[in-house]
């Protein structure tokens, strides 16, 4: 459950607080764009058009919290 107003995120029974979590674009770590067109690390770092499910998939594996 994801309530904007409120800023509540419930994720496996928990309520979270989002207003404090970071937010990862694809954008900012695809090695096709430009720092001008949102880039956010170096090309040699970054990966080809990385999907939301791609980034949740490393976040899962890493065991950090994320949401889509």
């Known amino acids: 459950i994801f309530l904007v107003n409120q800023e509540i995120f419930i994720m496996d029974g928990e309520i979270k607080n989002i207003k404090k ?3 990862l674009y694809p954008v900012y770590i695809n ?4 720092i001008a067109e949102g ?3 170096c090309v040699t770092k970054a990966c080809e058009n990385p999907t939301c499910t791609e980034i ?3 976040c899962n594996f890493l065991k950090i919290p994320c949401a889509i």
Do not use: P
Request: net charge positive; with cysteine.
């Open 21 to 23: 979590w970071n937010i």
């Open 31 to 34: 090695s096709k764009k430009t």
């Open 39 to 41: 880039r956010r690390i």
């Open 56 to 58: 949740s998939d490393c």
